[in-house]
């Protein structure tokens, strides 16, 4: 499975972490997040870019309160790594 994940602008912890730890992070936009094996928003906007009518088949993983350990967390588990 790929290890992509999509990240919200803004998110820079949670980039950093996920980063350091092996996975390669996209922008989060239509076109990367196709491929994304999850994705991750900071939940200000449960509706990024329309991203409910996205047929991604990949996990959202919704940041708010939460600090970059437990998100890298949840997508470890998310994608089965």
Same mark, same amino acid.
């Given at each position: 499975?790929?290890?992509?994940? @999509?990240?919200?602008? $803004? !998110?820079?912890?949670?980039?950093?972490? !996920?980063? =350091?730890? $092996?996975?390669?992070?996209?922008? !989060?936009?239509?076109?990367?997040?196709?491929? *994304? *094996? @999850?994705?991750?928003?900071?939940? %200000?906007?449960?509706?990024?870019? %329309?991203?409910?009518?996205?047929?991604? %088949? @990949?996990?959202?993983? =919704? *940041?708010?309160?939460?600090?970059?350990?437990?998100?890298?967390?949840?997508? =470890?588990?998310?994608? %089965? *790594?």
């Amino acid at each position: 499975m790929s290890k992509r994940i @999509a990240v919200e602008e $803004g !998110l820079t912890q949670v980039r950093d972490m !996920l980063q =350091n730890n $092996g996975y390669e992070v996209v922008r !989060l936009d239509p076109s990367q997040m196709r491929e *994304a *094996a @999850a994705i991750v928003i900071s939940g %200000g906007d449960k509706n990024v870019m %329309g991203i409910e009518t996205i047929q991604t %088949g @990949a996990p959202v993983i =919704n *940041a708010e309160g939460l600090t970059a350990e437990e998100v890298f967390s949840q997508v =470890n588990r998310s994608v %089965g *790594a």
